[in-house]
């Protein structure tokens, strides 16, 4: 069965340092998200993209993240200058059709010391 | 502010019980809502979407209900095995335009030999 993919599984940064997150979607699907899961709390939703630019995002999603489809295939989550509360697993997921069933990824945990 | 409340927070049952999940909603407007099992460390998984017009969803061991009219759906697992052991996330889909997802915390299910 396809899946989304996503590297790394783990991520350890230090403050104020920029990751980026992976993913590569299912190969048919059209539209994107991003969610995050602090530990212990309930999953976030942080971005949508379609079509090549966002389409809904949250309170969360601030100017210090941004996504990118840079080829057919990834999408990426940049966080520029980490903060300690960013530490949570990220969620890439991807569907064929708006308000459709969501594939997830398994996650990256991102651990920002 | 659209909301999503699950019950119990937690539950344990002996392999091969039955057992109910209990989830509330307050979201407008309603589109569907979707239980989604979620292993630890892992994505969630989804196990049914329902609309509006649903009332009863079954997917193998798993059956969902819906009453939109009082705003409440549960989760039925019959005969449970040890890989049941998840936890168990309502979600509600709001559309207007968009699709907006708001996630329930969860029911952190414990299946015990």
């Known amino acids: 069965e396809p899946e989304v993919t996503q590297t790394p599984s783990h991520q350890v940064t230090q403050m104020g340092q920029e990751v980026i997150l992976r993913c590569v979607p299912i190969?048919?699907?059209?539209?994107f998200y991003w969610y995050r899961q602090i530990l212990g709390q309930k999953v976030e939703f942080l971005v949508s993209?379609?079509?090549?630019?966002?389409?809904?995002k949250s309170e969360i999603f601030d100017d210090q993240f941004s996504v990118e489809r840079p080829d057919g295939s990834n999408f990426t989550l940049k966080i520029r200058s980490t903060k300690l509360e960013d530490s949570a697993m990220y969620f890439c997921?991807?569907?064929?059709?708006?308000?459709?069933?969501?594939?997830f990824g398994s996650g990256t945990q991102l651990s920002v010391l | 502010k659209n909301q999503v409340e699950q019950s119990p927070q937690s539950l344990i049952i002996l392999e091969g019980k039955n057992c109910t999940l209990q989830?509330?909603?307050?979201?407008?407007?309603?589109?569907?809502l979707r239980w989604y099992k979620q292993d630890t460390g892992r994505g969630p998984v989804s196990l049914t979407i329902?609309?509006?017009?649903?009332n009863t969803k079954s997917n193998g061991r798993y059956t969902a209900t819906l009453d939109a009219d009082t705003k409440q759906s549960s989760l039925h697992i019959t005969a449970s095995q040890l890989s049941d052991s998840a936890s168990y996330i309502c979600?509600?889909?709001?559309?207007?335009?968009?699709?907006?997802?708001?996630f329930g915390k969860g029911t952190m299910l414990l299946v015990s030999p």
């Open positions: 190969s048919n699907h059209l539209y």
């Open positions: 989830c509330n909603y307050t979201v407008s407007p309603f589109s569907n």
């Open positions: 979600v509600v889909s709001a559309y207007s335009g968009y699709s907006t997802l708001t």
């Open positions: 993209f379609y079509n090549n630019e966002i389409s809904e």
């Open positions: 329902m609309t509006f017009s649903e």
């Open positions: 997921a991807s569907t064929d059709r708006g308000d459709e069933k969501l594939f």
